[in-house]
């Protein structure tokens, strides 16, 4: 589960779309996020993780296959990734 920092309902604005990628198999367990382009590290072996962003920071939202993931992040990032661009992204 992915919360955001809003503390209302939005703070599950991103958990719906990840849940939705893991639903259709774009996702697996412990994808890379990368937030306007620098990798979250985050404990993968959590299961909720609170990322340091509200709903209205995010301007969209990407999801990479396992083919894409491993070229991008490296061939040992199998596991997909989520990435999040932001209002602040210049």
């Not at 919360?3 to 639903?23: G, H, I, R, T």
């Not at 382009?37 to 990479?64: A, E, H, R």
Request: a positive charge; charged letters at 20%; glycine letters at 4%.
């Amino acid at each position: 589960m992915f919360l955001l920092k809003d503390n209302d309902v939005s703070k599950f604005y991103l958990n719906d779309y990840v849940k939705v990628a893991y639903e259709k198999g774009t996702l697996i367990n412990s994808p890379i996020i990368a937030i306007d382009g620098i990798v979250y590290q985050y404990n993968k072996n959590q299961d909720t993780i609170f990322l340091p962003l509200t709903k209205i920071d995010i301007s969209s939202i990407t999801f990479l296959n396992k083919d894409s993931s491993p070229v991008i992040y490296g061939k040992k990032e199998t596991n997909r990734a989520i990435i999040i661009n932001t209002i602040h992204l210049k």
